[in-house]
């Protein structure tokens, strides 16, 4: 198997002119460049990546942390970052946690270890303070708010989204109005802010009214069992659309509003409405983001999507 020395000696030129052809650098003659590679074409050769890598000191490999490998939003915002990073040549693992802590904190350590260029985390268990003191390793960029914490992110506006649903709904007159979330609100920030959101538009919210560890369609169903049990109910906004398609197998549109997020293809093919925050966009931005190197934040806007006739209106 050819190497890099015999072809240096096919070609007349050093090995580390060679190298610089390898690693794409760009003071090299077009003369030279063109030769070089006619001579490893003709002797079938494929570069050692890990060396290569070694040279130029990047991989162009970077890691995603994501919670589920099978979950609506994972897919969704893995489908932003990957085509960002084929754009741009980079290869992408996916390392899936199950909110593991000691999961999380291997795949960390791994950064560390220079396993990858960098790192993005979709969603976490771990603590800011945790992974920001990685950062002296690689670039990590979260895809929610690091808040005061130096680590660069991409800001879904979650809050804003649901203070101005639960605003509208309440201008419309509704006052009966469910939930469903997923984590506890000391596991999951999303959780703490439509809860917060909730409690400061709409009031204090009855135990009845909310159903926790909603994740899956599947879980939308057994929610849509309890919320049929409950009378004069108008209103569900749940934390994600399949979540609401499994409740519309038990409920329906006619008689309760659902409302569901991330505009999935259920909630297209079920017609009803959703909070759209573009997390594919996030995925994008985050690793523009991851690139850049720097310590910043990036808001991504929300829609809302009406679909069903009897869905409150966004002002």
């Known amino acids: 198997m050819a190497n890099i020395r015999d072809i240096a000696k096919l070609s007349g030129y050093s090995v580390a002119t060679v190298s610089r052809v390898l690693n794409e650098h760009p003071y090299v003659s077009e003369e030279k460049r063109a ?43 893995v489908s932003g970052i990957l085509n960002a990073a084929f754009r741009d040549g980079y290869k992408v693992t996916l ?37 920001a003191s990685y950062l002296k390793h690689a670039p990590i960029v979260c895809c929610e708010d690091t808040a005061d914490f130096p680590i660069a992110c991409v800001s879904i506006k979650r809050e804003e989204s649901y203070i101005d649903l639960f605003t509208n709904l309440k201008k419309q007159g509704y006052r009966t109005i469910g939930l469903t979330v997923g984590r506890t609100e000391k596991e999951s920030a999303s959780t703490g802010l439509i809860l917060r959101s909730y409690k400061e538009v709409i009031g204090s919210l009855k135990e009845t009214m909310l159903v926790r560890n909603c994740r899956s369609f599947e879980d939308g169903i057994q929610a849509g069992i309890h919320f049929a049990k409950l009378k004069d109910l108008e209103v569900i906004v749940t934390n994600g659309d399949d979540v609401a398609a499994g409740i519309l197998q038990q409920l329906s549109q006619e008689k309760v509003i659902v409302i569901g997020e991330e505009n999935l293809l259920s909630s297209q093919l079920l017609n009803f409405s959703t909070i759209d925050h573009h997390i594919d966009k996030c995925g994008e931005a985050a690793f523009q983001l991851l690139l850049e190197g720097k310590i910043r934040t990036v808001s991504i806007p929300y829609t809302f999507i009406k679909r069903h006739k009897k869905s409150p209106r966004q002002n």
């Open 95 to 131: 390392l899936p946690t199950n909110y593991d802590l000691e999961v999380e904190k291997r795949y960390l350590d791994d950064l560390a270890a220079k396993a990858w260029d960098g790192m993005i985390i979709t969603s976490k268990k771990s603590s800011f303070e945790q992974i």
């Open 35 to 77: 030769k070089i590679l006619k001579i490893m074409h003709e002797l079938d050769y494929i570069p050692n990546s890990k060396a290569r890598d070694l040279s130029s000191g990047k991989s162009k490999h970077i890691a995603v942390m994501i919670p589920y490998a099978n979950h609506p939003y994972s897919e969704k915002i």
